[in-house]
């Protein structure tokens, strides 16, 4: 069933895109942990394991934040939920710089809790409310808005770390929260949710003005069997872009390549991931979940599988694939998390079921905790070749998925039909 869209509305659409994706830009400054961590050693004092702990809390933090805003939403609209977000996320960069120096549970606090928690309100809030304007190219709104966030740590983070060279920790700080408040701000000022009856069938019984409910009948991921077996596909994939994205520079060390170099690959690895969510949201579009499932895990098989390879070989060139795969497969999941909670359960509880989509993060960040645990950081070899074995594991959780997901709609039918 096609979906006409007039002209004003496509003009109005564009505009919240390019807003939010310049919002989620500078909400993706939080990833740049990896660039400030030195810089925050340095200004602070303090011993860079106790300083790397604060991107675990931060992720957490994340997720706990984007399941909040569901309710925050209910609560406050999506102007001042939105207009939150800009707050502990001002707060969070502002009280580190003036205040990290106090303690490292400060920069656990501020940094890690408030600035984690109030990214993740932001993210969901501008992705649930612009997507609801693209109900035809949902795929496509998710990877350019979540380019943006992926890229943030990249363009703003590389920028920010400069200034910190010249200006110092603390006024830099102090202005990145205070810009990403006012890019915020600006955005919560124009966004909003679509009114229904925006979107129409055109064909359908010659009546162009045909509504098409947004306010679809939905049901929730936690009570749908195969949801269980997308979390575990997503939490895999998260695991091998993490075990890659956090120890690029260092893991590329290992294989021989210079310093100078690994720099850049991690720069590189954030290109790849954040172009992927563009690639992986078209693709998305144009087939559906199981084949964009696939796409990534073959992404991740082929990572995990050269990384592997160049730990064992030594030849640079396979770490080189196998990293800007592995950042291409971690770029693909959000997408994916976004579009499939969008066309699966609809858009009555959109917000909600996207940010249990996105808790497969912490399942990522404890499955690699977990293996640093067991293996430490000197087994770089053991860790990949368990998340190898996860990669393969990965087609079989697709094929139960799909499988799962065809009674899944079954059931769902039948219930509508009673």
């Known amino acids: 069933m096609s979906i006409a869209i007039a002209p004003e509305v496509k003009r109005r659409r564009a505009g919240y895109l390019v807003l939010s994706t310049i919002t989620l830009l500078f909400l993706g400054l939080i990833y740049a942990f990896s660039m400030f961590a030195a810089p925050m050693c340095a200004a602070f004092g303090y011993e860079s394991a106790a300083i790397a702990q604060t991107f675990n809390i931060m992720m957490i933090s994340f997720c706990v934040g984007a399941v909040a805003e569901s309710q925050i939403e209910k609560m406050l609209g999506v102007k001042l939920t939105t207009i939150v977000s800009a707050g502990l996320f001002a707060l969070g960069f502002i009280c580190t710089g003036l205040f990290g120096h106090a303690s490292i549970g400060v920069v656990y606090g501020c940094y890690g809790m408030m600035g984690g928690f109030g990214v993740g309100v932001g993210y969901n809030v501008v992705i649930a409310t612009t997507n609801a304007w693209f109900p035809d190219r949902v795929g ?132 790849c991931n954040g172009l992927s969510r563009v690639i992986v949201g078209i693709v998305f579009d144009r087939t559906n979940v199981a084949t964009t499932m696939v796409l990534d895990a ?58 249990i989509c996105n808790f497969a993060t912490v399942y990522a960040s404890l499955i690699n905790m977990a293996l640093l645990a067991v293996v430490g950081t000197s087994g770089r070899q053991t860790a990949f070749t368990v ?17 799962m997901m065809k009674a899944d709609e079954k059931r769902k039918a039948a219930a509508a039909t009673r």
């Open 298 to 355: 073959v992404a991740a098989l082929v990572a995990t599988a050269c990384v592997l390879g160049a730990f064992f070989t030594g030849i640079q060139a396979l770490y080189i694939v196998g990293a800007l795969c592995c950042g291409f497969c971690y770029g693909g999941v959000p997408v994916v998390n976004s579009a499939y909670s969008r066309q699966r359960f609809g858009l009555k509880n959109y917000p909600l079921n996207l940010s």
């Open 140 to 271: 496509f709104s998710s990877g350019v808005m979540l380019m943006g966030f992926g890229l943030g740590s990249l363009v703003l983070g590389t920028l920010s770390v400069n200034i910190i060279g010249l200006a110092g920790l603390t006024p830099t700080f102090c202005a990145l929260g205070i810009a990403t408040a006012v890019v915020s701000v600006i955005l919560a000022l124009v966004l909003k949710r679509p009114d229904s009856g925006v979107f129409t069938v055109p064909d359908a019984v010659n009546d162009p003005t045909k509504v098409v409910q947004p306010e679809q009948p939905s049901d929730s991921p936690l009570k749908t069997p195969s949801f269980y077996l997308y979390w575990l596909w997503a939490s895999i994939i998260g695991a091998i872009g993490l075990a890659t994205i956090g120890n690029c520079a260092s893991d590329a060390q290992l294989v021989g390549i210079d310093a100078g170099f690994a720099t850049l690959l991690v720069g590189l690895v954030s290109t």
């Open 387 to 403: 998340l190898a074995v996860l990669a393969v594991l990965e087609f079989v959780i697709i094929a139960l998925f799909f499988r």
